[in-house]
């Protein structure tokens, strides 16, 4: 049974708490600004493929570099890197009436301001939790991404685009304040071995969980021009909306059994659903009924993967070295992958819908095959204790119900022998005459 109360326990959230800050500012603004810059470059034809190639270019050159020299200065590093995205931000009112050569260099800026930073930032938050309850702390991030997430659409739906990209640098910089104020509070951790990126590709634990997860990101955007024809664009944008409300629910959820149960079972179930969603997609597309079952499972899943595959496993694979290289290389394949939105969404219309959603079932169930050959990355002493704290818990249960159930039985067996010896002493009428006559006469 889940002692949700013996996880709060071990939250530490004073320790915790500016990660948490840090991480759910970050990525709110991150999945907003894209959503404010997409539509202004897709409106600009002529320079549309150069812009986004540059910005993601930018993301994952930016992402690998600070991983690598941006460790021994992480909190500083991370103090500054909230102000240049807000900056960043700010520019992208003029991209207009800009040149090609401003925009592109405005992309390149925006796409540094992006994956400089991210890898620091979930590698802050690795530090700041532990084995046992990294799961949970970051469910609760994503829980709470979830529900602003929707507070944002919902606000962001009322305003125009300068007062859109006005709010969102506001709120980078209220982030930046923020952890400022609170990262006193976090105890600098030991210094710790930072592993090349060639050492990370050549472990076979790291590569189990890297491999379903590149295959998931690219089916899972691969995929998105298709529903969109599929649902409509109004409706497919309500759809990625609402996923959002059950993201809120379950990111939670997820994190609660990874720490209890391990992180490979969250992420088998994850891939299971996603392959029985696309599967009966592939079987009755144009049903309302499977659009409705398409998005409960749908944000369901990413509800539970995004509390292990983004927060705790690549921070459990870390281990004890720096993080950094490992959240930089587990971030990439989900921040790159939507680049193939943009390259496919053309010819989407002329893609078959059932070939489309039975690939994506087929190689979503292929992802399962080295899910099941990876070691559980929640350490087997943690498994172990739970368990034995479990048996424990259950025995001293069955004891206290032995011991009360003995103690009834004294208490009957007592109160019996009482009212025995209460009749042995209780007189007879003919004795009680006898007696009173006795009195009488001596």
Not at 27 to 35: E, R
Not at 37 to 42: N, T
Not at 56 to 66: D, F, K, R, T, W
Not at 276 to 300: H, N, P, Q, R
């Amino acid at each position: 049974m889940i002692n949700l109360r013996a996880l709060r326990q071990k939250t530490a959230f004073k320790a915790t708490a500016p990660s948490i800050l840090l991480v759910i500012n970050s990525f709110v603004w991150y999945i907003f600004t894209y959503a404010v810059y997409s539509p202004i470059v897709s409106e600009l034809e002529t320079e549309k493929l150069v812009l986004f190639t540059t910005y993601y270019v930018s993301v994952a050159v930016s992402a690998i570099l600070g991983a690598k020299f941006l460790t021994r200065t992480r909190a500083k590093s991370l103090s500054l890197w909230p102000f240049i995205g807000a900056i960043a931000t700010f520019l992208l009112i003029t991209v207009p009436g800009n040149s090609i050569l401003a925009n592109a260099l405005l992309a390149l800026f925006l796409g540094a301001s992006i994956g400089i930073g991210l890898p620091s930032c979930l590698s802050y938050f690795a530090e700041s939790t532990t084995a046992e309850n990294r799961g949970f702390v970051g469910g609760i991030i994503w829980s709470i991404m979830g529900f602003t997430v929707l507070i944002f659409a919902f606000l962001i739906s009322t305003l125009g685009q300068w007062e859109i990209i006005a709010a969102l640098t506001i709120w980078r910089l209220l982030g930046g304040a923020g952890f400022l104020v609170l990262k006193s509070k976090h105890v600098k951790s030991a210094e710790q071995k930072a592993p090349s990126y060639l050492q990370l590709i050549r472990k076979r634990q790291l590569l189990l969980y890297l491999f379903p997860w590149i295959l998931f990101s690219i089916i899972n955007f691969a995929e998105q021009p298709v529903l969109e024809n599929v649902f409509g664009a109004d409706f497919f944008a309500f759809v990625q909306i609402a996923e959002w409300a059950l993201i809120g629910v379950f990111a939670i959820v997820g994190g609660v059994i990874a720490d209890i149960a391990g992180r490979k079972r969250v992420v088998i179930i994850g891939f299971i659903m996603l392959g029985i969603e696309y599967a009966v997609m592939s079987a009755f597309s144009y049903s309302s009924v499977a659009l409705y079952l398409f998005l409960a499972l749908d944000g369901t899943t990413w509800g539970l993967l995004f509390s292990v595959f983004f927060m705790a496993l690549w921070g459990d694979l870390g281990e004890n070295y720096e993080k950094e290289k490992y959240y930089a290389l587990g971030g990439l394949p989900y921040l790159l992958s939507g680049f193939l939105y943009i390259l496919i969404k053309p010819y989407a219309s002329g893609i078959p819908t059932v070939a489309a959603f039975s690939f994506a079932s087929f190689f979503l169930f292929l992802a399962v095959i080295p899910l099941m050959y990876a070691p559980e990355t929640l350490p087997e002493r943690i498994l172990k204790d739970r368990d034995l704290k479990s048996y424990l818990e259950k025995a001293q249960k069955l004891v206290q119900k032995e011991t009360g159930k003995n103690k009834k039985q004294d208490i009957e067996k007592t109160k019996k022998e009482n009212e025995e010896a209460n009749e042995e002493t209780q007189e007879s009428p003919e004795d009680e005459e006898a007696r009173k006559l006795a009195e009488k006469y001596y």
